[in-house]
DNA sequence: CGATTTTGACCTGCGC
DNA sequence: GCGCAGGTCAAAATCG
């Protein structure tokens, strides 16, 4: 599942997921290792954990601003979108998602209901660069050379106080010149340097910056 | 001088 | 139980 940001923004193309060729992790048992995702938005699997791994990126091709990028302020889990949708399409679907995982996934798996749920998306980008300006602030807090790929992966925490959100930046194994961002988490600030417009809805709670709903700081899980 | 990065060690989960 | 791999910690180094 990809969203792949081309020549018109947040047209999707299809992408073959980069899984793991078996390495005992666990994550590669999401999908065909082949094939384009095929599950439907929010159509959650009631035998399996939330499919969420790598592969479940947003790929932004150049000239749509991986300088000046801001990712969702929601964050979900699972597959997420298919091709051919508008911008309005895909921020409604990020919306659903984020709300479907927050809800609807019901894993079975012990390893799985025990394990914390936590709130992720990777973007897969080109670019020159691995880290883009997302507005928040970031602090190094570790780098490991991961198995099957020859770049390391870099572990960044919100330098914000109070605030646990992570995220991981690593080259593509396949294509360098892609950097896949995943975050994890959902910060409980906003941007400490981009804030268009920023306003607690009264009846949802949510936070809505810059047009985004944002869940508010009281219902975050971690 | 405080903040950030670097990097080896340590911890934990999972498969065999 | 053991080994591997991913993730985190923390002390030292570096930077602004």
Redesign the pocket.
């Known amino acids: 599942m990809v969203a792949a940001l081309g020549s018109h923004p947040f047209d999707m193309a299809s992408y073959n997921p980069p899984h793991?060729q078996?390495?005992?992790?666990?994550s590669a048992e999401s999908g065909s290792a082949s094939g384009n995702y095929s599950i439907p938005l929010g159509d959650a699997q009631p035998d399996q954990p939330p499919p969420f791994d790598l592969s479940d990126y947003i790929l932004m091709e150049p000239g749509v601003g991986p300088t000046n990028f801001i990712p969702p302020p929601i964050l979900m889990q699972g597959p997420l979108m298919q091709g051919g949708m508008s911008a309005p399409q895909m921020e409604s679907a990020v919306f659903q998602a984020a709300q479907n995982s927050a809800g609807v996934n019901i894993p079975t798996s012990t390893?799985?209901m025990e394990?914390p749920r936590t709130e992720r998306i990777a973007f897969r980008m080109q670019s020159e660069i691995e880290?883009v300006d997302d507005g928040y602030?970031?602090?190094?807090?570790?780098?490991?050379?991961?198995?099957?790929?020859p770049n390391p992966?870099?572990?960044?925490?919100c330098?914000t106080e109070g605030c646990s959100v992570?995220k991981?930046v690593e080259r593509d194994k396949d294509d360098p010149s892609y950097v896949i961002t995943t975050y994890?988490g959902v910060h409980n600030h906003v941007s400490p340097t981009v804030v268009y417009d920023a306003r607690q809805d009264a009846a949802s709670g949510r936070y809505y910056v810059a047009g985004m709903a944002h869940m508010p700081p009281s219902s975050l899980g971690n």
């Open positions: 793991g078996g390495s005992g992790s666990g390893a799985a394990r880290i602030k970031w602090r190094k807090y570790g780098k490991k050379s991961v198995k099957d790929s992966r870099n572990y960044y925490r330098s992570k991981r994890e």
